[in-house]
């Protein structure tokens, strides 16, 4: 049984950097697509990025600038760092495992992170 | 970007009850191999979404078959046959045609 979970700071002031870590048990990083996906409090899902099997990411335009996403097959786990945060990134985060057309069949737990000075 | 609209975007239901939710794209969701890249899912209150729907018509493993999809085109359709108390939640549509993946607004079923 595939399970995801995510860790990382939940509070951090403006201009920090955002990073989460999410951890895959019981299965292989081959042929899917590993997913941040977060949601504003009281709000819908948003999609950030995704980072491929191979190691290719793909960032939402509205965040590219300051995202970067990384994979550690070694250690099973895969990242995500954003940079210069404000305000308007205070919201849950989501690690998803998904495909090629979506699919996203595995979620982590979520982690809270509230960005205020 | 691709924009998802459902609706409505509040549902009362009465157990045992259909229910119906809509999803509208600004765009078709027919791939080069003739699968529709939409999605559904189910978050539950305090939960993380679950899979529900993938290829527009396709149940998850584990999902329950009173839930089905349908559409085409740039129409698609959930339908919950007879709605049961742990359905209650919000629902929504994601595409996976192209990146910046995107989802619609999310439909509150309330019994």
């Known amino acids: 049984q595939v399970q995801l979970q995510q860790w990382g700071a939940g509070l951090l002031k403006p201009s920090e950097t955002l990073s989460l870590t999410c951890a895959v048990y019981?299965?292989?990083?081959?042929?899917?697509?590993w997913m941040w996906i977060r949601q504003p409090p009281g709000k819908g899902l948003e999609w950030i990025g995704e980072?491929?099997?191979?190691?290719?990411?793909d960032y939402s335009p509205a965040l590219k600038n300051r995202l970067t996403m990384s994979l550690d097959t070694s250690k099973n786990h895969f990242s995500l760092n954003l940079r210069s945060v404000t305000a308007s990134d205070t919201a849950v985060y989501y690690c998803a495992r998904g495909g090629y057309s979506g699919q996203l069949g595995y979620w982590g737990q979520g982690t809270l992170v509230t960005v205020s000075s | 970007d691709i924009v998802l609209t459902q609706s409505p975007l509040s549902l009362p239901v009465t157990p045992g009850e259909p229910a119906s939710i809509s999803c509208r794209s600004s765009q078709g969701l027919l791939s080069s191999n003739g699968y529709y890249y939409l999605d559904w899912y189910l978050q539950k209150p305090g939960q993380s979404p679950q899979f529900l729907i993938f290829l527009g018509s396709n149940r998850a493993s584990g999902v329950p078959d009173r839930f089905s999809g349908s559409g085409s085109g740039t129409e698609f359709t959930l339908k919950i046959s007879r709605v049961e108390a742990e359905d209650v939640g919000v629902y929504y549509c994601?595409?996976?045609?192209?990146?910046?993946?995107?989802f619609g607004q999310g439909t509150k079923l309330e019994i």
């Open positions: 019981g299965g292989s990083f081959s042929g899917h697509y």
């Open positions: 994601m595409q996976g045609l192209q990146t910046p993946r995107t």
């Open positions: 980072i491929n099997h191979s190691g290719s990411p």
